[in-house]
Structure formats: structure tokens, C-alpha cells
């Protein structure tokens, strides 16, 4: 356990004892579900520390722990977890003071799931039992004290499969009742009501498979009432203590994995990473004996992917796939947008936000409309950090794939003293640095390639070898890009724990990817092979887009985050177009818009948005240091640490396997 020094008084009155144990006193003690006490993702602000500029978080403990993707619940002196183990899904107990473990329990073999990577779902306490999800649709409700098995059973039937990533609903408890999507046909056709005591089935309700969103409970105009954001037939839903419907709003979103955020009267809050939907706010009013509901309003750019928003005074907080954003609740209006947290999760307490960037960086954010204001960050863990984190007593609870650790974020005990953060400014207003009005596409191109390099010197460079680190599926590893004039190329990285490669040689496009060829192989088949062979495009686009084929035309005007840009329209010979974003005095990349496909998500196109930043010059080019790759809900990130301009290597260092032999 790594702390800060104590405070002599602290020390005296408390005792290290009494630092480490739970603390009555505060409201909020506990964390019992997915989300907390509300399933609004907030827990209490008593006795936090309002900033860590003199005094940052102490670190209370850090343990080892599987992979899985569980949130961590806090009841009593106990959190309770899922995590994977040789090849097992475990429902553990560990002590809340200490982190060691108190009892673990197999929920079975983890499955084949995408990634295959462990459980999804938190763990519920309700009544001391702690009811738990595997991956594989295992659902047991456990004795909380030493874990012995009250309950279990199976969601689905022998012949059927859990969802493709795994099932990953977390029970909802209200009153003798629980209830999840189980999709099982019979019994429960979408969505069931179980006995909590029992596991008996009470009712089931609506029809289709089971998605990966968690329903929460409401009271909503006199009624209480469960709602449920459903993948099948992409609506919200609402049901009745009985499982009768109530109202329904149909939605536009298929990647629908966060629960539905409760505005109380009357309004709803929903998200989904597709590109087309992104957010929806939905008022419920009464009509006579039932409900009607309305379209408050909709905004593409707040996708949530996997981590829902909070509300916190009229403002909703939330990930924007890889952006940080703040929208007025009432009209959906964007107050503010921060890059560079990556996929990122939160939780609020009071006008404070605790925000986990999926690399392990913890922020204290103020929770304002006003401007993005950090408070301090610390470096919390190393690893694909995706789940959110939890807030009881005072102190937060983290885990990554590798660790769970605890901090005291209390004015109490002390910590180490950390640099002053500076406030980030809010983007600036549209219009606020003017776009030059009276501007042809001759001269934005001509000041484009000048400000990164100019063509002269870009047309006597040969190679170009770059290497530093590459982000992907929010893991980390070393990258080689490879570029030689005649548009060939390599880029090799690490990814799902194994090699990744995009390359063009001699011969044409070829690559490996650890899911789906794993060895070397060529690609042959559009638009696979047109993607690789437009990476593979050596220098500026804008330099040499004629001598290619392709037609420019100037767009105008645009924005990104709220910065003016001017907008270039790039049609490649194939009729794909691109939209180059750039900035209005320096002429370099603020975002290129472009289509791609992955293929780890759907085989069919989808947006990608490249941000560039941290341009730096070398031997006389400016080249992006920095380049985030934001596609369907992917994001991929390269940060360039070496570069090496007219590099010495061979066209064999890019090739790939022969092609495989013409058919007679």
C-alpha cells in the first residue's frame, strides 16, 4: 500500500485503524448496485475533497484481479465483484478495508463471447444476498456473508447461445422482485420478474432476445414502474409491477448498451454509439389512465458507447465515444467538449465529477456548464479501465483488467501535494477567429501543403519510418509505420493480444489481424483492399490529389467542437469522399471525415473521424504527432515518438505473402 505521510493530529485522534475503516458517519455509505443507491450513477459529497491541487487521493490498497468488465458493489464492510479466473467466471467477496478476498464462487466457464474476456454484469445486494450474471447467462443469487449458492440457474434454454459480447444485464431488485432481460423463450419470451427469494419465475413480459442494457425502477406520475432501453425493436420501454406495458418510445439505436438515465418528473435520457442516433431525451406525460410520450429533443453528438451520462443540476455529463462532453438537459444545447480522456466513465457526487479515462487516469472534475475545469488528476491504474467507478463512505473504488484499487477521497488523512491544475477553456465560440471570407480552393490548398512542409520538400523525401505507441480496444503497445514514395507502407501494432498489420507492397494490399487471419494474408476483396490502398497514400492528400484522380472542391465553413474550420471536400476516384477540416490560420488538420470499415463491427461502412494534433516538424515536414481514430463505437489512437525522414529500408521490409495462385 503505497500513502502519503499522516497528519500528526489525524493520526492521534483516528488511528491508521479507524483511517482505514468504514466511516458510519457519512451519508452514502454504500454502493449496493450497478450505478449506486439510484442507478443514476451519484453518490454522496460529504466530507470530499473539493480539489487535489495541495492534497491528492491516498491510496488505501491495491489487489490483483481478473479480467472481466464488473462493477464493484459496496454493502456493509464487504465489495462484491465478478472476474474472470483460469478460464472461470468467479463471483468474489473481498473486505473493504483491506482488499483481501473473503470467498469466491464459480458461476462456470467464461465463453466465447466477444472479446472473450470475462463477466459484464455488477452484482446487486439486496437483503443479504448478492444476486450475480456470468457472461454465459448463469444467474445465482449467493449468500452474502460466506457465499453460499441460495439459488441458481440458467437464463437460456440447452440449445441457445448468450449474446454475442456476452450477457450482460445487471439484476434490478424492487422488492421481492428481480428483474432482467433474459430473452428465454417459454417461461419469459423477452424480459422476467423473479422471485428474489426463490428464482421462481413471477411473470414474464415482450418478446426477443436479451440486449446489454440494465433496466432501472421509477416513480413516475403516482405508478411505479420499470423501464427498460431494449436492442429489440430499439425502444424504451416501460413495464408495470404486474409486466404490462405502460408507454414505449421507439428509438433509432441498434449498439444500445446504457441504461436509461431518469430525469425526475417526467424525462428520460438515451444514448447509443450509433453514428445516425445518438442521444434522445423523451418526457412521459399522463393521458388519462395510461401515458404518452414526446421527443424532447435529440443530439447526435452525445453517443454514449458503454458508460452512461449523469445529470447533475440541469446538465448532462457524459462520453461522446471518445469526447467529454456537458449538453443542457433541457435542450440538448453543447456547452462544452474535452478530448484526450479516451473511452471514458464517470461518477458524480455533488457538483463534482470523478472521471476514469479508459487508461487508468483518474480526474476531479468541477461539474459546470461553463467550461471544462479540472481539478487534479492522479495515474490510478495501467490497463483497460471500462468500468466505471464506485463511490461509498468517502472513498472510490477502480478496477482495470488487471487491479482493483481504493482511494480515500476525503479531506481526511492527507495525501501528497500535486501541482496546480490550470482550468481547460472551454472551445472557442464559432466565429470567434474569423474564416477568411474571400478565399478560393487554389490558395487554401497552397497554404495547407505550406503549412506542412511545402511541396518542394515533400516531393524529394523517399521514406518515412515512424514509431511510438499505439492505443487500440483501449490497450496500449508499441507501433512501426513503414512509408515509401510509390505508396507502400506497413503499420504493426498489438491488438486482442496479438500482431496487427495494415501494409501494401509491390503486389498490392495485405495484412494480419489476431481475431480473424491471424497469419499473413492478402486482401483481396473491396472495400477492404481500397481502404488499404488509400492508407497507403504517401504525403499530404492535398498535395498531389490530381496526379491521383481524385477532385477537390471548397465546402466552406464548418466547425468541430465549436472551432471554425475551412472545409475541403476530397472525392477519391472510387466516389468516396472525405471532408478535411482545417484550421482557418494555420491551414493544418483539425479532423478528417472519411468512411472505413472494421472488421471487428458489422461488415458494412461507417464514419470515421480522425483528429490530428501536436504538429512538429522533421527535417524540414510538419507531421501530426498525434492522431485519434474515432469509427462506428472504435477508437484508436497513435502518438508518434520517433520519426526518421528518408529512412533506410527496403521494399522487401514492407512485403507481404505471395498472392495466392490464378485459378484455371
Given at each position: 500500500m503505497r500513502t502519503g505521510p499522516l497528519r500528526p493530529l489525524a493520526l492521534a485522534l483516528l488511528g491508521l485503524g479507524l483511517l482505514l475503516a468504514p466511516r458510519p458517519g457519512l451519508a452514502g455509505d454504500d454502493w449496493p448496485q450497478f450505478r449506486g443507491p439510484g442507478r443514476d450513477g451519484r453518490g454522496a459529497a460529504e466530507g470530499l475533497l473539493p480539489a487535489w491541487v495541495e492534497t491528492r487521493p491516498r491510496e488505501l490498497w491495491r489487489r490483483p484481479i481478473g479480467g472481466g468488465?464488473?462493477?464493484?458493489?459496496?454493502?456493509?464492510?464487504?465489495?462484491?465483484?465478478?472476474?474472470?479466473?483460469?478460464?472461470?467466471?468467479?463471483?468474489?467477496?473481498?473486505?473493504r478495508a483491506t482488499g483481501e478476498r473473503l470467498w469466491s464462487v464459480s458461476l462456470g466457464a467464461s465463453g466465447e463471447a466477444f472479446p472473450a474476456?470475462?463477466?459484464?454484469?455488477?452484482?446487486?445486494?439486496?437483503?443479504?444476498?448478492?444476486?450475480?450474471?456470468?457472461?454465459?447467462?448463469?444467474?445465482?443469487?449467493?449468500?452474502?456473508g460466506d457465499g453460499a449458492v441460495r439459488w441458481k440457474r440458467s437464463l437460456l434454454g440447452d440449445e441457445e447461445r448468450p449474446p454475442r459480447f456476452g450477457y450482460s444485464v445487471s439484476p434490478l431488485v424492487d422488492g421481492d422482485l428481480l428483474l432482467l432481460e433474459t430473452g428465454k423463450p417459454g417461461e419469459a419470451p423477452g424480459v422476467v420478474a423473479l422471485d428474489r427469494a426463490t428464482g421462481e419465475v413471477r411473470w414474464g413480459a415482450l418478446e426477443g432476445p436479451p440486449g446489454y442494457s440494465s433496466p432501472i425502477a421509477v416513480e413516475l406520475h403516482g405508478v411505479r414502474q420499470y423501464v427498460f432501453f431494449r436492442r429489440v425493436n430499439s425502444e424504451l420501454v416501460s413495464l408495470s409491477t404486474a409486466g404490462e406495458v405502460l408507454w414505449r418510445q421507439p428509438t433509432a439505436g441498434l449498439a444500445i448498451i446504457v441504461s436509461p438515465l431518469f430525469l425526475p418528473p417526467d424525462r428520460f435520457f438515451v444514448a447509443s454509439s450509433d453514428d445516425g442516433f445518438?442521444?434522445?431525451?423523451?418526457?412521459?406525460?399522463?393521458?388519462?389512465?395510461?401515458?404518452?410520450t414526446e421527443e424532447v429533443w435529440s443530439e447526435r453528438l452525445m453517443r454514449n458507447h458503454f458508460n452512461t451520462?449523469?445529470?447533475?443540476?440541469?446538465?448532462?455529463?457524459?462520453?461522446?465515444?471518445?469526447?467529454?462532453?456537458?449538453?443542457?438537459?433541457?435542450?440538448?444545447?453543447?456547452?462544452?467538449?474535452?478530448r484526450g480522456l479516451g473511452k471514458g466513465s464517470l461518477v458524480a457526487?455533488?457538483?463534482?465529477?470523478?472521471?476514469?479515462a479508459d487508461d487508468g487516469t483518474l480526474a476531479l472534475v468541477r461539474a459546470t456548464p461553463e467550461a471544462y475545469v479540472e481539478l487534479g488528476r492522479i495515474a490510478a491504474m495501467r490497463g483497460r479501465a471500462w468500468t466505471a467507478p464506485s463511490l461509498a463512505d468517502g472513498r472510490l473504488y477502480l478496477r482495470d483488467f488487471d487491479e482493483i484499487v481504493a482511494y480515500d477521497v476525503c479531506g481526511?488523512?492527507?495525501?501528497?501535494?500535486?501541482?496546480?491544475?490550470t482550468a481547460?477553456?472551454?472551445?472557442?465560440?464559432?466565429?470567434?477567429?474569423?474564416?477568411?471570407?474571400?478565399i478560393d480552393l487554389e490558395e487554401v490548398i497552397a497554404r495547407h501543403v505550406a503549412a506542412r512542409g511545402g511541396a518542394e520538400r515533400w516531393r524529394r523525401v523517399t521514406s518515412l519510418a515512424m514509431s511510438g505507441s499505439y492505443a487500440a480496444f483501449s490497450e496500449v503497445s508499441p507501433f512501426e509505420l513503414l512509408r515509401r514514395r510509390g505508396d507502400l507502407y506497413r503499420l504493426s501494432f498489438e491488438m486482442l493480444g496479438g500482431p496487427a498489420i495494415r501494409a501494401r507492397d509491390e503486389r498490392g494490399a495485405w495484412g494480419r489481424h489476431p481475431l480473424l487471419f491471424p497469419e499473413p494474408q492478402r486482401v483481396e476483396e473491396d472495400p477492404y483492399k481500397r481502404q488499404f490502398e488509400r492508407e497507403a497514400w504517401f504525403g499530404p492528400a492535398l498535395l498531389d490529389y490530381r496526379e491521383r484522380g481524385a477532385t477537390a472542391a471548397l465546402a466552406g465553413a464548418g466547425e468541430i467542437e465549436g472551432r471554425p474550420t475551412v472545409d475541403v471536400e476530397l472525392t477519391l476516384p472510387d466516389g468516396a469522399t472525405e471532408i478535411w477540416h482545417l484550421d482557418p490560420e494555420s491551414f493544418l488538420e483539425v479532423a478528417v471525415d472519411s468512411t472505413v470499415m472494421d472488421f471487428t463491427q458489422l461488415p458494412e461502412p461507417m464514419r470515421q473521424r480522425a483528429f490530428y494534433d501536436d504538429f512538429r516538424e522533421a527535417d524540414g515536414l510538419v507531421l501530426p504527432h498525434r492522431v485519434d481514430l474515432e469509427f462506428g463505437a472504435r477508437l484508436e489512437s497513435m502518438v508518434v515518438e520517433r520519426v526518421e525522414v528518408d529512412a533506410e529500408f527496403e521494399p522487401a521490409d514492407l512485403r507481404g505473402p505471395e498472392p495466392a495462385p490464378a485459378e484455371e
Open positions: 468488465y464488473s462493477g464493484i458493489t459496496v454493502v456493509g464492510d464487504r465489495l462484491y465483484t465478478l472476474a474472470l479466473e483460469g478460464g472461470e467466471e468467479v463471483a468474489l467477496a473481498l473486505d474476456d470475462g463477466p459484464r454484469a455488477s452484482p446487486t445486494v439486496a437483503g443479504g444476498t448478492v444476486y450475480v450474471v456470468s457472461s454465459q447467462s448463469v444467474l445465482a443469487a449467493l449468500e452474502a445518438g442521444g434522445l431525451m423523451v418526457r412521459v406525460l399522463r393521458d388519462g389512465e395510461g401515458f404518452r451520462s449523469v445529470v447533475v443540476d440541469g446538465h448532462l455529463y457524459g462520453f461522446d465515444n471518445a469526447t467529454f462532453r456537458c449538453l443542457d438537459a433541457a435542450t440538448g444545447e453543447r456547452r462544452w467538449a474535452q457526487a455533488g457538483d463534482l465529477l470523478f472521471v476514469l481526511v488523512g492527507g495525501g501528497e501535494a500535486v501541482p496546480a491544475v481547460a477553456a472551454p472551445a472557442p465560440p464559432a466565429g470567434e477567429r474569423a474564416v477568411p471570407s474571400q
